[in-house]
């Protein structure tokens, strides 16, 4: 049981550190890190259980259970060290030579291990078991063992000598890959002199609890600055640099969720449209149809100053009224339509609008209010258009 309790903790902290590493990420080129260091930790969870399972066989006495196990054991610990070697070499983005004999090298060790115990079937050369039900270690574990400790110490240099032409971050990060791959050597050391002891399942945790402390924490921020980086950029318009469409229908989606939960009670939608856009591009050209589009927006923005407000068309604009600016509604959109009157008499941007409050008996979604709102700012228009005749 002392065996078996020692493998269960490092399963345990195992899961729990690498909690967020074990999430499932998209195939992508900027994924391609996380997924074959994921790799790596399931592999490593996979010889965790063979582990502390095998405690429990050996301590009972079955022998036949204990040798299936066993063989886990073995293949699992190799698949581990080829998808450690894998993710070493992809972290280090290194293409040369010494990175491709790490990883070459680590292929090596998984077939020598799969080779050796297809061979312990017929004739016992990695372990067997005594009439006593004793566990035996052979000389092509001791092999095995070494030649991962050769591979984990190599990884380390590897990792130290790229430190040392880095700064900052990354040579933290790689001295930690180097610190983690030494403590695995030393174990894997200690696991040669002593086969019933869980040494290299100790080695293991430390070395991940090393990772996760000083390496994946960082990178999993990284990643969610670059994600947060990316959304913003696909949820902005290009032109005018506010809200696009797909953060509006976002948007939206929300609100019905709010709505349906009973998180939101109440909000308002504001439509507008540029007028006399069309005119602006035939006579003066689409460059300055596109500054009054960039006046428009800095014009609504300006005045719904707490809100949200979107580009869902060429002209068109919209603003979710919800919290304070809800509440003020009515103030709001008087100054603004009176910015816009000024404007109209003296030939600068007009922006025709329309606000419309979500009344729960009349309205069965969204597009409800937006529609009633669209049609005031349409009624506007005309009246803008009116002034001018």
Not at 79 to 103: M, Y
Not at 248 to 265: H, P, R, V
Not at 267 to 290: Q, T
Not at 342 to 351: A, D, F, L, R, S
Request: glycine share 6%; charged share 20%; aromatic share 14%.
């Amino acid at each position: 049981m002392y065996y078996s309790s020692i493998a269960i903790i490092a399963l345990i902290v195992h899961l729990i550190i690498n909690n967020e590493a074990f999430r499932s990420v998209s195939n992508t080129k900027e994924n391609s890190i996380r997924l074959k260091y994921r790799n790596y930790l399931i592999s490593l969870t996979v010889f965790f259980i063979a582990d502390a399972v095998w405690g429990l066989f050996y301590d009972y006495g079955w022998v036949v259970l204990t040798y299936i196990d066993t063989w886990l054991f073995f293949i699992s610990m190799s698949v581990s060290v080829f998808l450690w070697c894998r993710a070493a070499v992809a972290f280090t983005a290194n293409r040369d030579g010494s990175g491709k004999i790490l990883a070459y090298s680590g292929i090596f060790i998984l077939a020598f291990q799969v080779a050796v115990l297809f061979i312990n079937l017929f004739t016992p050369v990695v372990f067997k078991f005594t009439p006593d039900k004793e566990y035996e270690a052979l000389p092509a574990r001791y092999i095995a063992l070494l030649m991962q400790m050769v591979l984990f110490l190599a990884t380390a240099v590897y990792a130290f000598v790229i430190a040392l032409g880095s700064q900052g971050e990354k040579k933290r990060h790689y001295r930690t890959e180097g610190f983690s791959s030494f403590i695995m050597a030393v174990f894997i050391l200690l696991q040669m002199f002593f086969p019933l002891m869980p040494f290299y399942s100790l080695g293991c945790l430390f070395g991940v609890c090393l990772i996760h402390a000083f390496i994946y924490k960082d990178k999993d921020i990284e990643y969610r600055v670059k994600i947060a980086a990316a959304n913003r950029k696909a949820y902005k318009d290009g032109l005018t640099g506010i809200r696009n469409k797909l953060a509006y229908l976002e948007t939206l989606a929300e609100i019905e969720t709010d709505l349906e939960s009973g998180a939101l009670k109440e909000y308002a939608v504001a439509v507008f449209d540029l007028n006399g856009l069309k005119i602006i591009n035939d006579k003066l050209g689409h460059a300055e149809g596109d500054r009054f589009i960039k006046l428009a927006s800095q014009l609504i923005c300006d005045h719904y100053r707490h809100s949200p407000v979107f580009r869902i068309g060429g002209d068109e604009f919209v603003a979710v009224l919800r919290g304070d600016d809800y509440l003020a509604r009515d103030e709001i959109e008087a100054a603004f339509r009176k910015t816009v009157d000024e404007n109209n008499k003296t030939g600068q941007v007009v922006v025709a609008s329309g606000i419309a409050v979500y009344d729960p008996e009349l309205d069965e979604n969204y597009n409800d209010v937006f529609k009633r709102a669209d049609e005031l700012m349409y009624i506007r228009k005309q009246e803008l258009k009116k002034v001018l005749a």
